[in-house]
């Protein structure tokens, strides 16, 4: 996949303010891919369906949403959360995002978040040392060794699709290995796997 490649939903009712907000990333030296959504279920519903890294939303969609707000956050690992705000907002509520776009932020100040986030490095908490399959990761490696679907892997684990999917493209990243076979044997040498599975 083109690592310049950022598909990013946006969860913002102002026509006006989203077209301002396209025209002004889509001059940047990355390929963004903006899906504009309605709101936190209509986000729900395309994140298992497109592999979604930023998500950008006005907090104003969050009344009376928080717990919804607060489960999609812990189920959608590796993505990047960043309020878009042009009214006040409680610190303690702009604290839970990953970064705050200000509708008065000169375009250069926008891009320069957006490109800080994008290149931070992995959580060390969240992902292990770099290099080096979480924990998650090796459980997802088995089930993809079995032969399982990413659905299959889904229901198994208890976790998103589109969770899952975010766990294989760590894996092939952290590996640099694509093809099941090469994962599989990747699997045995690291002891993930016992010696005898059959690569499918």
């Not at 006006?16 to 936190?40: A, P, T, V, W």
């Not at 509520?93 to 931070?120: C, G, N, V, W, Y």
């Not at 992995?122 to 770099?130: F, M, N, S, W």
């Not at 690291?190 to 010696?195: C, G």
């Amino acid at each position: 996949m083109d690592k310049l490649r950022m598909n990013i939903a946006v969860i913002e009712p102002s026509d006006i303010i989203f077209e301002g907000l396209s025209n002004l990333l889509m001059k940047s030296e990355r390929h963004y891919y903006l899906f504009r959504m309605k709101d936190l279920d209509e986000l729900q519903m395309q994140s298992d369906r497109k592999e979604i890294s930023v998500i950008i939303l006005n907090p104003v969609v969050l009344q009376n949403n928080m717990p919804h707000f607060q489960k999609m956050k812990r189920s959608m690992e590796g993505v990047f959360w960043l309020s878009l705000v042009y009214s006040y907002f409680d610190n303690k509520l702009l604290s839970r995002f990953d970064e705050t776009l200000f509708i008065t932020d000169p375009a250069e100040i926008i891009a320069r978040k957006m490109q800080k986030l994008l290149s931070k490095p992995p959580d060390i908490d969240k992902c292990g040392k770099p290099g080096q399959l979480t924990e998650r990761e090796k459980k997802v490696l088995v089930q993809m060794v079995n032969g399982l679907s990413n659905k299959e892997i889904a229901d198994n684990l208890n976790i998103s699709i589109h969770t899952v999917i975010s766990h294989r493209k760590n894996i092939v990243e952290k590996t640099g290995i694509k093809s099941l076979p090469g994962l599989t044997i990747y699997a045995i040498s690291k002891k993930i796997v016992p010696l005898d599975t059959n690569p499918v």
